[in-house]
Nanobody
């Protein structure tokens, strides 16, 4: 199994910053990409930022210039630095790993964390 644990969410005023962290553990065989998604109440889950292993990052238009995704020294860790936060950034933020595990090493599968709440007050 592969487990992802997020941390760093919380309550912040508009214009403030937060840094989310996600660490993957378990029987990881390969990591093709890691990313952050968010889901606001009544809305579908959407991509925030994604960083492929050895590839270029991509961001949702709504967060470009404000959020930065990065991988840690350990490839199973990903961060999301969020600056200039807005009330519309309020959502549950989920970490996702695209890869495979030892029990099924071929193919690319999605693994999700449990989510961390980010609330931005106006």
């Amino acid at each position: 199994q592969v487990q992802l644990v997020e941390s760093g969410g919380g309550l912040v005023q508009a214009g403030g910053s937060l840094r989310l962290s996600c660490t993957a553990s378990g029987n990881i065989f390969s990591i093709d990409a890691m990313g952050w998604y968010r889901q606001a109440p009544g809305k579908q889950r959407e991509l925030v930022a994604r960083i492929p292993t050895g590839g270029s990052t991509n961001y949702a238009e709504a967060v470009k210039g404000r959020f930065t995704i990065s991988r840690g020294n350990a490839i199973n860790t990903v961060y999301l630095q969020m600056n200039e936060l807005k009330p519309e950034d309020t959502a549950v933020y989920y970490c996702k790993l695209e890869g495979s595990e030892l029990d099924r090493p071929y193919g690319i599968y999605d693994y999700w964390g449990q989510g961390t709440q980010v609330t931005v007050s106006s």
